[in-house]
C-alpha cells in the first residue's frame, strides 16, 4: 500500500497525493480475467451503499428497508476487495449506490483508490451520482484522482423531478453539476427514459447537456426489483426515440466508448455526444467487460442474471487474499453469456427482484 497517513474515522491507509502523468514507470502488465466466453473482464462497478437520498420511482419503493450496517462491507474491505480486482486485471473502476456520496467517510476509501492511478495499475476511477452532494464533494474527487462522473437527471422541470425523485431538489443538483465542471470534472447525463413522464424532454435535455459540454446517455428502464408503480407503463423503446431524434437531427454513429454498454451517436446540430443503453430492445451482452458487487460483498456475473458469487465469507475468513481470489476466479469462470430482462405484461414481476440501489448502477 502506498505510504501516508491513516484516516482516523475509516482505518483506510491514504496517500499522500495523487500525482498523474506520463513520466511514471509503469508497472508490467496485470493478468487478464477471461470468461467462458473469451472477454477480458476489465471494469469492475461496485456498490458502497445501498441508501440514497431520493427515492426514484422506477429504482425504489418510497418507504424502503435498508441493509443492516453488520451486512455492509466497511471501507477497509471494499478498498481491500478493489484492489484485489485490481490487481486481476480490472482498469476501470466505477464506484455507485444507492447514492455512493451518502456513505460516511467515502472520500477516504476514494483517495486510498486513487493510488491505483498513482500506479498505473488503474486507468480511471469514476462515480455514478444523483450529484445531491456534489456541491460538497466535487474539489475532493479531482484532487484525488476522479476525472470524469455520471450524473444521473430525468428532467429539467423541478416540479417533474421532486415527483420522479420523490425526494429530491433540482435546484441542487445543478448547483453541484456546476460545482463539478468548476473543478474541472467531465460529466456525462444519465436520463431514464420513461414513457409519459419525460419522453418530451429529451431534445430539451440533449440541447441542454451539448451547450454546457455534458455527454447524454439515454437509458431504458429496466425490470429490477419491486416498486410501487407498474413498469409495462413505463417503458419507452429507445429505439423509438433515436427514430424521432433522426427526423429532427443526422445522427452520425462513433466509435466513442467509456467502457460501458451505450452505444454513441454525434449529433451534428449540437456537435455533442449521445449515448443508447438498451438492455431491453438490443441488448450489449457480446462485448460485456463487467462485474458488479454490491455493498455486502456479493459478486453478481451479470446485471441481468441472479446468479452471484459471495466474496464476503472468503474476504473476512482470511487476512491474505488466497480465499477471495479463488472465489473471483470461480465467479469469473461462470460468467453467463447474456442477461434475460424481459418486462413481463402478464405477471408485471421483475425480471430479477434485488432493486438496482443494491446492486449498483
Known amino acids: 500500500m502506498a505510504s501516508g497517513r491513516t484516516d482516523a474515522t475509516s482505518g483506510v491507509a491514504l496517500p499522500s497525493s495523487i500525482k498523474l502523468g506520463a513520466d511514471q514507470d509503469m508497472p508490467a502488465p496485470a ?47 471494499l478498498d481491500r476487495l478493489c484492489t484485489a480486482f485490481i490487481e486481476k486485471g480490472v482498469r476501470k473502476l466505477r464506484l455507485t449506490g444507492g447514492e455512493p456520496l451518502v456513505r460516511k467517510n467515502i472520500m477516504s476509501l476514494i483517495r486510498s483508490l486513487g493510488r491505483h492511478l498513482e500506479s498505473g495499475l488503474l486507468e480511471e476511477l469514476t462515480l455514478t451520482t444523483n450529484g445531491s452532494q456534489l456541491s460538497k464533494y466535487a474539489a475532493e474527487l479531482y484532487e484525488y484522482g476522479v476525472r470524469r462522473i455520471n450524473v444521473s437527471v430525468d428532467t429539467l422541470d423541478a416540479q417533474k423531478f421532486k415527483a420522479i ?8 443538483v445543478m448547483d453541484g453539476i456546476e460545482a463539478a465542471k468548476d473543478a474541472g470534472l467531465q460529466i456525462k447525463i444519465n436520463m431514464v427514459a420513461l414513457k409519459g413522464v419525460n419522453e418530451h424532454e429529451i431534445i430539451p435535455m440533449m440541447e441542454w447537456c451539448h451547450a454546457n459540454g455534458h455527454d447524454l446517455t439515454l437509458i431504458e428502464t429496466m425490470p429490477l426489483g419491486e416498486i410501487d408503480g407498474d413498469r ?104 453467463p453469456k447474456g442477461h434475460d430482462f424481459v418486462i413481463d405484461r402478464r405477471t408485471k414481476q421483475p425480471a430479477v427482484s434485488r432493486h438496482m440501489s443494491v446492486t449498483g448502477g
Open 31 to 77: 493478468p487478464q480475467m477471461i470468461d467462458p466466453f473469451g472477454r477480458a473482464v476489465s471494469y469492475l462497478r461496485v456498490s458502497v451503499t445501498d441508501r440514497c437520498d431520493f427515492r426514484c420511482v422506477y429504482c425504489m419503493a418510497e418507504d424502503m428497508t435498508f441493509l443492516p450496517k453488520r451486512e455492509v462491507l466497511s471501507l477497509e474491505e
Open 165 to 172: 425523485t420523490r425526494w429530491g431538489d433540482l435546484a441542487k
Open 232 to 335: 409495462t407503463d413505463q417503458y419507452l423503446p429507445l429505439s423509438l426515440v433515436r427514430a424521432t431524434l433522426a427526423d429532427k437531427f443526422t445522427l452520425e454513429d462513433i466509435p466513442y466508448k467509456t467502457g460501458g454498454p451505450a452505444r454513441y451517436v454525434e449529433v451534428k446540430e449540437t456537435g455533442g455526444r449521445m449515448g443508447f443503453i438498451t438492455p431491453m430492445t438490443h441488448n450489449f451482452c457480446e462485448s460485456c467487460n463487467r462485474v458488479r458487487v454490491t455493498c455486502t460483498g456479493q459478486l453478481y456475473m451479470c446485471l441481468g442474471q441472479d446468479d452471484m458469487a459471495d466474496l464476503r465469507a472468503p474476504l473476512r475468513a482470511s487476512e491474505a487474499n488466497e480465499l477471495l481470489n479463488d472465489a473471483i476466479d470461480e465467479a469469473i469462470g461462470r460468467k
